[in-house]
Structure formats: C-alpha cells, structure tokens
C-alpha cells in the first residue's frame, strides 16, 4: 500500500497563540467556537514520552483526538488517511509539534496516527479525546487498531523506510 505526500481531510492543524508577559505564556488549547461541529471532547489526559520514543501507529473506529504539543520537548506527528471514503485516502502528512512549534492537531476517526519524541528531553502530550477510554465505567473494549502490534503493518514499514533514508 502506498502513500503520498499531502493534506488530510478533516485533519486540523492550528498553531497556539501565546499571550506573553513577565509572569510567563498562556495559550488556549482549545474552545468551542473554534473547533469544527463535529468535534467536542469528553475528557483530557496528559502523558509524557521519552527521547526517540515512537507512540502508535494506531487509528480508532469512533473515536478523534485533539492532541496538543506545547512543551517540553518536541515531537514528530505522523499521519495516514486510512479512510477509503475519504478524497484524501492514501495521503500521509508529518508536522513537528512542541516546544518549538506549540500547536495542535484534531486527528477524525479512522487516520491512523503516530508521534515520537525527537527532543532530548522527555516531551509532554495532552489529548482532549471527543470519546471517553472504554466508555462509561471503562465498561468497554478500547477503541483502537493497534498497527505497532503488527511488524507488517504498512504504516510501521512507512516510518522504518523514511527513517533508514533520512
């Protein structure tokens, strides 16, 4: 399977505007009248990844994300329009996110996605899911395809090849 280089449809990537002063920096991650209709999130987690750690590939079958880069560290988003239906099925995108680049990035249903810290120093990740983790309760199976799993994945052999040629 084969993928080219391009935008993803209903990916939205938005760059944090921070509003300095002499106490430090603050930047909304997100608010409602900004994000598109068919996104609300449903909780929040924050998780921290080490130096050259690669989390996923993984996609959800009902579930979109919103993750947000801003700091410490810096990370390397990877994406794969894994949606037959969509126009932009088969389009792969990558954005550097972080502490240099403090953003971030509503991934729909359905592309798989990755990151992977390329800072020297341990990265944070916050994700406003639009899905609660196993449902009510955490009564539910988790809501992932996970391609890690799978050492024939194209995704995996995607980021293996742009690594060995980088």
């Given amino acids: 399977m084969a993928f080219q280089k391009g935008p993803i449809e209903g990916v939205v990537i938005t760059s944090f505007r921070k509003f300095v002063d002499e106490r430090g920096w603050l930047a909304e ?51 794969w329009d894994n949606r037959p239906d969509s126009p932009t099925y088969r389009n792969r995108m990558e954005v550097a996110m972080g502490a240099n680049n403090p953003g971030s990035a509503i991934i729909p249903k359905g592309v798989v996605h990755c990151y992977r ?11 406003c899911p639009d899905r609660l983790f196993m449902g009510q309760g955490k009564a539910e199976p ?25």
């Fill in 29 to 79: 991650i997100f608010r409602h009248d900004e994000l598109p209709a068919w996104f609300r999130p449903e909780m929040s987690y924050v998780s921290v990844t080490n130096p050259g750690v690669l989390r996923g590939p993984h996609e959800h079958v009902d579930q979109a994300d919103l993750f947000c880069w801003v700091g410490p560290g810096d990370f390397k988003l990877t994406l």
């Fill in 117 to 127: 810290c390329i800072s020297a120093e341990p990265g944070f990740v916050i994700n």
């Fill in 142 to 166: 988790i809501d992932e395809i996970r391609h890690e799993d799978d050492p024939e994945n194209p995704f995996v052999k995607d980021e293996r090849a742009r690594r060995v040629h980088a």
